[in-house]
């Protein structure tokens, strides 16, 4: 994904990047309205929540670590950001069962543990400032190392739903 990095880019070139940087943005929207949508269809066919959510989170972070692996291998930067599109598209599939799996733990401190999940989530945002540059210095200036990087944690997340009880009140919660 050099094009991002190139030098002398136009105006016209910036449009078009700000343009295209909605695109994963819309695809996530879309992504998290039709999973709530279709999960109340996918539990009516399994006949179970758990095996849905779980489902889900494993293929969202799936999907997501696949499509940044794949965005990192276009140098067009339409097809660039459609990959990174559908990468945001799976990330959002796991937010439906994420936020419910809360309700449903927590019982009465389903706010408590809501908060502290986002909390911990935003434990990356924080660090990426940090830790992006000190990765792409290391790799060169080059970009596609840390959108592995993500990618790599992605992974983690699909194989951490595989564990994740997603319906079972922690203890006290009641």
Same mark, same amino acid.
């Given at each position: 994904m050099t094009w991002l990095c190139r030098p002398g880019l136009t105006q016209a070139d910036r449009y078009q990047a700000a343009a295209l940087a909605a695109l994963p943005l819309f695809l996530a929207g879309i992504s998290v309205w039709l999973t709530g949508k279709i999960t109340p269809w996918l539990v009516g066919r399994t006949g179970s929540v758990a095996r849905v959510r779980r489902g889900l989170g494993t293929a969202g972070s799936g999907i997501a670590c696949v499509m940044l692996v794949i965005a990192t291998t276009f140098e067009n930067p339409l097809f660039a950001m459609l990959a990174m599109g559908v990468s945001c598209f799976g990330n959002d599939m796991c937010m439906p069962g994420s936020w419910t799996a809360c309700m449903? !733990?927590?019982?009465?401190? #389903?706010?408590? !543990? &809501?908060?502290? /999940?986002? /909390? /911990?989530? /935003?434990?990356?945002?924080? !660090? #990426?400032?940090?830790?992006?540059?000190?990765? !792409?210095? &290391?790799a060169g200036g080059n970009w596609d190392v840390p959108i592995l990087v993500i990618a790599a944690v992605y992974f983690v997340g699909a194989i951490a739903w595989l564990g994740i009880d997603p319906v079972t009140p922690l203890e006290g919660a009641a």
């Amino acid at each position: 994904m050099t094009w991002l990095c190139r030098p002398g880019l136009t105006q016209a070139d910036r449009y078009q990047a700000a343009a295209l940087a909605a695109l994963p943005l819309f695809l996530a929207g879309i992504s998290v309205w039709l999973t709530g949508k279709i999960t109340p269809w996918l539990v009516g066919r399994t006949g179970s929540v758990a095996r849905v959510r779980r489902g889900l989170g494993t293929a969202g972070s799936g999907i997501a670590c696949v499509m940044l692996v794949i965005a990192t291998t276009f140098e067009n930067p339409l097809f660039a950001m459609l990959a990174m599109g559908v990468s945001c598209f799976g990330n959002d599939m796991c937010m439906p069962g994420s936020w419910t799996a809360c309700m449903d !733990l927590g019982g009465r401190f #389903a706010g408590t !543990l &809501s908060g502290f /999940m986002n /909390m /911990m989530g /935003m434990v990356g945002g924080l !660090l #990426a400032p940090y830790t992006i540059p000190i990765i !792409l210095d &290391s790799a060169g200036g080059n970009w596609d190392v840390p959108i592995l990087v993500i990618a790599a944690v992605y992974f983690v997340g699909a194989i951490a739903w595989l564990g994740i009880d997603p319906v079972t009140p922690l203890e006290g919660a009641a």
